[in-house]
């Protein structure tokens, strides 16, 4: 039997993706069990971060300063624009440490079913950044899913006329990866996407 201080922390514990009610009562005893190594900590963490984080007023990036580090980096290519799904995207390409301009996070991706539209994305912003003037490229790098290409083809016409080239990631076969496991979507734009060697 669970106190409903438990309760409560297994159901919190299950929104977070890859935590199923199983797997969160799993880490909720773990914490529960170590309550000076883990537990206080983690509260610690969780609420200095709340109180800290900010979303960048610019390009939607969180970080504890507004405008963002990144938005603020002199070394960074202003010219540039990366335009992103999520936070979590501009991550996983700054882990990369190939790209140097800025990010546009967009907040998710334009979805009918789920009641998304252009107006609950960050997409005004992109389009007055993008018309400001000192930008030549923005990159489309949304998802290859149905939604993210829906979502760019919206942007690409409505930055139309802004005057800066509008370029798309290259989809593909994936470093490392092997032809006879990818699926037909893959390969397609694998093809399409060939340039000369």
């Known amino acids: ?7 409560r922390l297994v159901d919190l514990l299950a929104k977070l993706p890859g935590l199923g009610p ?3 009562r799993r880490a909720a005893l773990h914490l ?38 990144i938005c603020t980096d002199d070394e960074r290519d202003r010219s540039v624009i990366c335009v992103i799904e999520d936070v979590a995207d501009l991550w996983a390409l700054e882990r990369t440490a190939s790209f140097g301009g800025q990010y546009h996070v967009l907040g998710g991706t334009l979805s009918a079913l789920d009641g ?16 400001s003037g000192q930008v030549n490229e923005v990159i489309l790098a949304t998802n290859a899913t149905v939604a993210g290409q829906t979502t760019a083809h919206y942007i690409t016409e409505r930055l139309e006329g802004a005057g800066v080239t509008i370029s798309r990631l290259a989809h593909g076969v994936p470093v490392g990866g092997e032809l006879d496991y990818l699926d037909d979507g893959t390969l397609t734009a694998a093809l399409r996407s060939r340039r000369e060697v």
């Open 1 to 7: 039997m669970s106190t409903p201080e438990i309760e």
């Open 22 to 24: 199983r797997s969160a």
């Open 32 to 69: 529960i069990k170590r309550p000076g190594q883990l537990m206080q900590p983690l509260a610690e963490a969780m609420a200095g971060a709340a109180a800290a984080i900010r979303t960048c007023s610019n390009c939607g990036n969180v970080d504890t300063v507004d405008p963002c580090r």
């Open 116 to 131: 998304v539209g252009p107006e609950d994305l960050n997409i005004g912003r992109l389009v007055d950044r993008a018309r």
